[in-house]
C-alpha cells in the first residue's frame, strides 16, 4: 500500500497505524497517491485547532475520517503528542470498516496500555471512567478494557511499596542450548558460542563489582534481582555458583523482596543447579515449556518433550520452590486452539503460583517471518488468548501485567496471570516503569526513573557477547550517569 503524507511528517504514526490493522500489507512511502490501494493523511491547523484527515482505499472503495484537537498555548512536546493522535484516529477510523472485525485493541498501539490507564486514573478518572474511555475514545473491547484496568490497580498497589532509593536489577545471560525458530532475544547457542561463557563471566563479575560500588555510594537499595536471558541455566554448576556468588559478595541483598532465575529451558536444568539457586537466596523460578504437546516443540526448535517439562517441575517443588512462573505462546507453528487448550489444562493442573501466556512475535531477527501467516492465524490466536483467559480465570488465577509488542500474530497481548499475592514484582516495575532498574550483561538496557516526574533516562551496554567483553572497561559509565545525574 501507498501511503502519503500532507502538512506533516508523523510518518512513524501513519505506518504503526497501518501495519497494527494490516500487517499483512508491505508499505511505501510516495509523494502523491496512485490509482491502487492508498492512504492519505493530512494535517492542518485554523484557528488555534490541529485539523487531520485521513483517506484510504482499498480494492476500489474509500474511507474517510476526520478529527480536531485544540493546539493552542501547548507546549511542543504536547502539540505534537495531540497532533499524533489524531493523525493515528483518523487512520484508524478511516481503515477499519474494511476488517472483518476490529481488533480487540482497537486503536492502541503501545506497548503498556496499563501505563495510559494509571496516568487516567492519576488524573482524576475512576477506575470505571477509565475502562469506558478505553472503549469509547481507543475502541478497545471490553475484556481487554478491564484487563488493562486490573493490570493497572496491581501496578498501583505495587508503586505505592517503592521507596525513593528503592532499585531493581536484571542480569542477562545471553546463551541457550538451541536457538527457538520464533526467538528475537540476544542469545548464542553453546554449540556456535561456548567458549564465551567463561569470558563473558569474567566480564560479567567485574561488572556487577563496579555496579555494586556505584549503587553503595548511590546510597540506593535492591529491592528485586531477576537473572534471565537466554537461559541462565545454560552454565553450568560452577559457572551458576560463581555468578550467585559475585552477586551476594558484591550487593546488599538485606532489603530484598524477590529474587528471579529464568530456568527457562526443562533441558537445562538439574538438581544440583535447583540447590545452588536455592542456597543463593532465590525465590522464584521460570519453566518455561512454550507448549505442552511435544510436535509443537519439535517445529519450534524445541530440544526437550512435554515429560521433561514435567519432570523439571517436580525437581523444583522438591527442592523447595514455592514460587513458579510457567510460559506458554499462542500462535506457534503447528499449534491449534485445541492443542493450547490441552497446555493450558496440563499447566493449570500443575498449579505453578504464576502462569504468562505470550503471543508469538513475528520480528525481524527470528526465523519465521511470514506475516501474512501471523495475519490469517489472528482468529485462532483469538480463540487461544480468550480459551486460556477463560481457564485461568476458571482455576483461580488473575491477570496482574500486561505489555503488548510490535509485529505479534494478530496484534493481541502477553500477560501474567497468578494466584492472589504471587505478583512478580519485578514484571510489574519493569514493564510499568515504576522504579530504576539496572541492567547488567550483554544486551543490557538500564533505565533511570524519575518517581516525581516520570522522566526516564538509558544507559545500553554492548548487545552481542563479544563486543560486551570488549568493552569491560566502560560498562560502568552508563550507570554512573543515571545513579549520579547532573543538576
Known amino acids: 500500500m501507498i501511503y502519503t503524507l500532507e502538512g506533516h511528517e508523523l510518518k512513524h504514526a501513519v505506518e504503526e497505524m497501518l501495519f497494527h490493522l494490516l500487517p499483512a500489507v508491505e508499505l511505501a512511502r510516495a509523494d502523491q497517491a496512485g490509482a491502487g490501494d492508498c492512504c492519505r493523511s493530512m494535517l492542518a491547523e485554523r484557528e488555534g485547532a490541529a485539523l487531520a484527515r485521513a483517506e484510504v482505499r482499498l480494492g476500489g472503495m474509500t474511507r474517510e475520517a476526520e478529527r480536531s484537537a485544540e493546539i493552542a498555548g501547548l507546549s511542543p512536546l504536547e502539540r505534537k503528542r495531540a497532533e499524533t493522535e489524531i493523525v493515528k484516529m483518523t487512520v484508524y477510523e478511516a481503515a477499519a470498516p474494511f476488517l472483518a472485525q476490529p481488533p480487540v485493541w482497537g486503536a492502541l498501539t503501545g506497548v503498556r496500555p496499563a501505563k495510559l490507564a494509571r496516568g487516567l486514573i492519576e488524573r482524576g478518572m475512576s477506575r470505571g471512567e477509565a ?6 475514545h481507543f475502541f478497545v473491547s ?3 478494557a478491564a484487563l488493562t484496568i486490573r493490570a493497572a490497580a496491581t501496578a498501583m498497589a505495587l508503586d505505592r511499596e517503592i521507596g525513593a532509593d528503592d532499585i531493581s536489577l536484571y542480569v542477562g545471560i545471553p546463551f541457550c542450548p538451541s536457538r527457538c525458530y520464533y526467538c528475537s532475544f540476544v542469545s548464542s547457542t553453546t554449540a556456535q558460542s561456548g567458549h564465551l561463557i567463561e569470558p563473558y563471566l569474567d566480564t560479567l563479575c567485574r561488572e556487577i563489582a563496579q555496579t555494586a560500588a556505584l549503587v553503595r555510594e548511590a546510597g540506593k537499595r535492591v529491592q528485586s534481582v531477576y537473572i534471565g536471558g537466554g537461559t541462565p541455566t545454560t552454565l553450568d554448576e560452577r559457572q551458576l555458583a560463581r555468578l550467585l556468588r559475585a552477586l551476594e559478595e558484591n550487593f546488599d541483598f538485606s532489603g530484598l523482596r524477590e529474587y528471579t532465575v529464568e530456568a527457562g529451558r526443562p533441558d537445562t536444568i538439574t538438581d544440583g543447579k535447583l540447590r545452588a539457586l536455592k542456597a543463593a537466596g532465590v525465590g522464584r523460578v521460570s519453566i518455561n515449556p512454550q507448549s505442552m504437546d511435544d510436535e509443537v516443540l519439535a517445529a519450534i526448535g524445541r530440544k526437550h518433550t512435554a515429560a521433561d517439562v514435567l519432570r ?3 525437581q523444583a517443588r522438591q527442592t523447595g520452590f514455592g514460587a513458579v512462573n510457567m510460559d506458554v505462546i499462542a500462535g506457534l507453528t503447528g499449534d491449534t486452539a485445541e492443542s493450547f487448550g490441552r497446555t493450558m489444562e496440563t499447566l493449570t493442573g500443575l498449579s505453578p503460583e ?18 501474512a501467516a501471523a495475519s490469517a492465524q489472528r482468529e485462532t490466536v483469538s480463540h487461544m488468548l480468550d480459551g486460556a483467559a477463560d481457564a485461568l480465570q476458571t482455576a483461580g488465577y488473575g491477570p496482574y501485567y500486561l505489555y503488548r509488542q510490535k509485529f505479534t500474530a494478530g496484534g493481541f497481548e502477553n500477560v501474567g496471570w497468578c494466584r492472589p499475592g504471587t505478583e512478580c514484582f519485578y514484571n510489574v ?29 538509558r544507559a545500553n551496554n554492548p548487545k552481542y557477547p563479544l563486543e560486551y567483553i570488549a568493552a569491560a572497561d566502560r560498562l560502568a559509565e552508563g550507570k554512573r550517569k543515571l545513579l549520579f545525574p547532573k543538576r
Open 142 to 144: 471490553p475484556a481487554r
Open 131 to 136: 475502562a469506558e474511555h478505553l472503549r469509547e
Open 429 to 457: 516495575a519493569m514493564m510499568e516503569e515504576l522504579q530504576t532498574i539496572l541492567s547488567l550483561g550483554a544486551g543490557g538496557v538500564s533505565k533511570r526513573v524519575d518517581r516525581r516526574t516520570g522522566w526516564i533516562e
Open 354 to 371: 504464576n502462569i504468562t501466556v505470550h503471543t508469538l512475535a513475528i520480528k525481524r531477527g527470528a526465523d519465521l517471518m511470514d506475516k
Open 312 to 314: 523439571a517441575f517436580d
